[in-house]
């Protein structure tokens, strides 16, 4: 089911015409809020943390029966860890090439695992890092091309620092200081690269091979003025041009970093945004936000026009985070209703 290339009508509201209509595939259900979730690269898979302090790695299932009136189902559970940290799991990350896994907690801490994909087990001695002194709020990795390792950057709440480890010592080597709030969204690109966003209002851009911050923007989500709001989630495109924030007022920031000047900014939810990503070919964003909604906006057109928004999908509660597929055009979210939610589209 690969990604089709068809504009968003968000014209008419009652009919449905033209307009994506996801099923609810699997619902995964705990106890708590489901904070996290991500596939594996490989897709075959993913990852669910939960506030139950739970960790749990699923099976993707085969999509090509879903029907308009498929009856949603509780997915298989190929390993299932109680008590993986001392608190909830904020966040989660796997290595491009899927054989590491990390997660970080409001215990403060950080937990590396290695993972088979054969046999979907985590194995080995996993590593705790407890350089943070407060919540771990997100996680990515990079490749170190020069000595082919993988780097694992780590931000949350405490000092506001970005910790940098190295995953084959696992040893935190650097500590990167310029956030003066909580650090709430980390993402990478193109290598080397990757952008913080915090409580402080401001997105920072890093590049390890200069060992420090190289750009930084405070994105204005009040038209007219330099107003900004507290970034609470963040994404690149795959070419490295378009960065894209969502706020806590609401607001989503299109920031064009060669030209380094702000496209537009507009507001596809009606409360804070904490989930964005672009679709695996990049002609769609996806939001999620307390507004309990998952929106899908269209970016084919001329950026700086009104950009076409429909809401995609629904939870009873809060949506905490949406992440595609590595290659189909599905997507998973989790929320506050205590679920994590696969959806896709059903064949036209």
């Not at 407890?130 to 931000?155: A, P, Q, W, Y």
């Not at 405070?218 to 490295?240: E, H, K, Y």
């Not at 596809?268 to 695996?280: T, V, Y």
Request: charged share 20%; aromatic share 8%.
């Amino acid at each position: 089911m690969q990604e089709p290339r068809q504009e968003l009508d968000a014209s008419n509201g009652s009919n449905n015409g033209g307009r994506p209509r996801f099923v609810p595939v699997t619902a995964l259900e705990d106890v708590q809020a489901v904070r996290c979730a991500e596939f594996h690269p490989h897709g075959k898979l993913y990852a669910v943390g939960s506030n139950s302090k739970t960790l749990r790695i699923c099976s993707y299932p085969k999509l090509h029966d879903v029907r308009e009136d498929h009856q949603t189902y509780q997915p298989t559970v190929l390993f299932k860890r109680t008590k993986h940290h001392k608190g909830s799991i904020y966040c989660l990350a796997w290595t491009p090439d899927g054989q590491l896994m990390a997660t970080g907690s409001n215990d403060k801490t950080v937990k590396l695992m290695r993972f088979n994909a054969d046999t979907s087990n985590l194995e080995g001695q996993e590593v705790e890092l407890t350089m943070h002194d407060g919540t771990v709020r997100d996680l990515c990795f990079l490749e170190d091309t020069s000595n082919k390792s993988s780097l694992l950057i780590s931000g949350g709440a405490g000092d506001c620092k970005i910790y940098v480890t190295d995953c084959a010592t696992g040893t935190p080597f650097q500590a990167l200081s310029g956030h003066s709030g909580h650090v709430l969204t980390l993402y990478n690109w193109g290598g080397a690269m990757f952008v913080s966003g915090s409580q402080d209002k401001t997105v920072r851009f890093w590049d390890l091979r200069t060992r420090g911050c190289v750009n930084m923007v405070t994105p204005a989500t009040v038209p007219g003025s330099r107003v900004g709001s507290p970034v609470a989630a963040l994404c690149v495109d795959p070419s490295g041009r378009l960065l894209v924030s969502g706020h806590e007022d609401s607001s989503c920031v299109l920031f064009d970093i060669r030209g380094g000047r702000t496209v537009q900014c507009f507001k596809p939810h009606a409360a804070d945004i904490r989930s964005i990503r672009f679709s695996p070919s990049a002609y769609y964003l996806l939001t999620g936000g307390y507004d309990n909604k998952l929106v899908l906006t269209d970016l084919q057109g001329d950026l700086t026009m009104p950009l076409p928004s429909v809401v995609v999908a629904q939870h009873q509660d809060k949506v905490i985070s949406g992440r595609w597929h590595p290659t189909e055009f599905s997507f998973l979210s989790t929320s506050a209703d205590k679920t994590a939610t696969l959806w896709a589209l059903p064949p036209v």
